[in-house]
Nanobody, 121 residues
Framework: EVQLVESGGGLVQPGGSLRLSCKAS????????MSWVRQVPEKGLEWVSS????????SYADSVKDRFIISRDNAKNTLSLQMNSLKFEDTAVYFC??????????????RGQGTQVTVSS
């Protein structure tokens, strides 16, 4: 059974940083691209970032580019998202998702339960 468990969310002031983690199990982690998506209440899901199975290529939404860094540790089956220079508009529930193959543009096949990030002064 595929399981994705996010952690690391919380309350942070504008300009601050948070690091999200996602622990994966139930599949061969390195064989699949992984992504972060986020959801604001009353809005749809917004794609944030993706990384290939090997970790060699990543991509970012324009809204987070140069502020967020996605990474993965295939030995520990862990996906991370380092979020810097946080803005009010980054407030959302962040979800870790599994792709259907190792490449970018991979279709989502599983999603974790999410972790809340709140940026507030």
């Amino acid at each position: 059974e595929v399981q994705l468990v996010e952690s690391g969310g919380g309350l942070v002031q504008p300009g601050g940083s948070l690091r999200l983690s996602c622990k994966a199990s139930g599949f061969t982690f390195s064989n699949y691209a992984m992504s972060w998506v986020r959801q604001v209440p009353e809005k749809g899901l917004e794609w944030v970032s993706s990384i290939t199975g090997s970790g060699g290529i990543s991509s970012y939404a324009d809204s987070v580019k140069d502020r967020f860094i996605i990474s993965r540790d295939n030995a520990k089956n862990t996906l991370s998202l380092q979020m810097n220079s946080l803005k009010f508009e980054d407030t959302a529930v962040y979800f870790c998702t599994k792709g259907h193959n190792a490449g970018l543009g991979s279709v989502e096949t599983a999603r974790g339960q999410g972790t809340q990030v709140t940026v507030s002064s």
